[in-house]
């Protein structure tokens, strides 16, 4: 069988970590593209994202923050700025020619993302204004799995019905695919235990193929949620999946929120073993109920360098 042949990981933005996790003056480590990074907020609040090898030092592990510069290697004792800059190092005078691998860096509504480009190319486009005035705080949860994010879309209605329990009341409608942002939406149906048939109004907005946002209306029961689901490439065929999720519920909005968010994470991994052995071949067998997934497919194409 030909297979549509995928670049290692799709260009975009991608989560790295969250706001409240990095204050002023700590180092964070995580994985991203299949390297080390090193995430630090100075004092004054600025955050920066670099790759985490210096050297003979290794930035997570050896790396402090000493006011607005980022102070690493135990023999050198190079100082960094938030812009990779070495600006100074423990045997004093000019300080040598350095530079740290820098990302590219944006926080919005308390997530921090770093740019991916394969051929380090500037930011093409900036990452949504995730708030949502009116909503609580999201709960959120991670989980590490082996997918690609090019799965992680909501488009194949089909198997709502066979693996979620839905059934379909309208399918896709208002497929929009413009550049780095693709949207549509559709209303589903599901009998729910002491409440009977709910119907839910989804709109389903991707930008690029590493942030999903989700808005969920059922009318019937006056609940609105906004759900964000954030696919972030770590090392080989591994990736962070972050499931974010705010409601509009004006009481107890903390134990209403983890418990959703609880069970659509529980709903969520039935898909898992599905991406895991997803293949692509060029020319596949698609079911009238599989949706648009060869125009998905082709936009999803458009962030990968040949």
């Given at each position: 069988m030909t297979r549509r042949r995928w670049g290692a990981y799709p260009n975009g933005w991608f989560a790295v970590g969250f706001s409240d996790s990095v204050k002023p003056g700590m180092v964070r480590s995580w994985f991203f593209m299949d390297q080390a990074i090193v995430i630090w907020r100075t004092e004054g609040g600025a955050v920066a994202v670099a790759r985490a090898q210096h050297v003979c030092a290794e930035l997570g592990r050896d790396g402090k923050v000493e006011g607005e510069l980022l102070v690493c290697c135990p023999h050198h004792q190079f100082s960094f700025d938030q812009g990779g800059n070495c600006v100074a190092s423990r045997h004093g005078g000019q300080p040598p020619w350095a530079r740290l691998g820098m990302f590219e860096v944006a926080e919005t509504n308390g997530v921090i993302m770093a740019w991916w480009h394969a051929e380090g190319r500037p930011p093409e486009w900036e990452p949504p204004d995730l708030s949502r005035p009116g909503f609580s705080p999201y709960a959120v949860r991670l989980e590490s799995l082996s997918d690609r994010p090019e799965h992680v879309h909501g488009l194949d209605s089909g198997r709502l019905l066979v693996v979620h329990g839905f059934s379909v009341h309208r399918g896709i409608e208002c497929?929009?695919?413009?550049?780095?942002?693709?949207?549509?939406?559709?209303?589903?149906?599901?009998?729910?235990?002491?409440?009977?048939?709910?119907?839910?109004?989804?709109?389903?907005?991707?930008?690029?193929?590493?942030?999903?946002?989700?808005?969920?209306?059922?009318?019937?029961?006056?609940?609105?949620?906004?759900?964000?689901?954030?696919?972030?490439?770590?090392?080989?065929?591994?990736?962070?999946?972050?499931?974010?999720?705010?409601?509009?519920?004006?009481?107890?909005?903390?134990?209403?929120?983890?418990?959703?968010?609880?069970?659509?994470?529980?709903?969520?991994?039935?898909?898992?073993?599905?991406?895991?052995?997803?293949?692509?071949?060029?020319?596949?067998?698609?079911?009238?109920?599989?949706?648009?997934?060869?125009?998905?497919?082709?936009?999803?194409?458009?962030?990968?360098?040949?």
């Amino acid at each position: 069988m030909t297979r549509r042949r995928w670049g290692a990981y799709p260009n975009g933005w991608f989560a790295v970590g969250f706001s409240d996790s990095v204050k002023p003056g700590m180092v964070r480590s995580w994985f991203f593209m299949d390297q080390a990074i090193v995430i630090w907020r100075t004092e004054g609040g600025a955050v920066a994202v670099a790759r985490a090898q210096h050297v003979c030092a290794e930035l997570g592990r050896d790396g402090k923050v000493e006011g607005e510069l980022l102070v690493c290697c135990p023999h050198h004792q190079f100082s960094f700025d938030q812009g990779g800059n070495c600006v100074a190092s423990r045997h004093g005078g000019q300080p040598p020619w350095a530079r740290l691998g820098m990302f590219e860096v944006a926080e919005t509504n308390g997530v921090i993302m770093a740019w991916w480009h394969a051929e380090g190319r500037p930011p093409e486009w900036e990452p949504p204004d995730l708030s949502r005035p009116g909503f609580s705080p999201y709960a959120v949860r991670l989980e590490s799995l082996s997918d690609r994010p090019e799965h992680v879309h909501g488009l194949d209605s089909g198997r709502l019905l066979v693996v979620h329990g839905f059934s379909v009341h309208r399918g896709i409608e208002c497929l929009s695919a413009d550049g780095h942002r693709m949207t549509f939406e559709h209303v589903t149906r599901k009998r729910v235990p002491l409440l009977g048939d709910v119907l839910f109004e989804n709109r389903f907005e991707l930008y690029g193929l590493g942030i999903l946002v989700a808005d969920v209306r059922a009318p019937k029961l006056g609940l609105r949620v906004r759900v964000l689901v954030l696919s972030t490439p770590t090392v080989t065929y591994r990736m962070g999946l972050w499931t974010m999720l705010s409601t509009n519920v004006p009481v107890a909005r903390g134990a209403i929120d983890r418990g959703l968010l609880r069970y659509l994470s529980r709903d969520l991994q039935r898909d898992f073993p599905i991406w895991h052995d997803q293949i692509h071949p060029l020319y596949p067998r698609i079911a009238a109920e599989d949706g648009p997934i060869l125009e998905f497919r082709r936009w999803a194409a458009t962030f990968y360098t040949p």
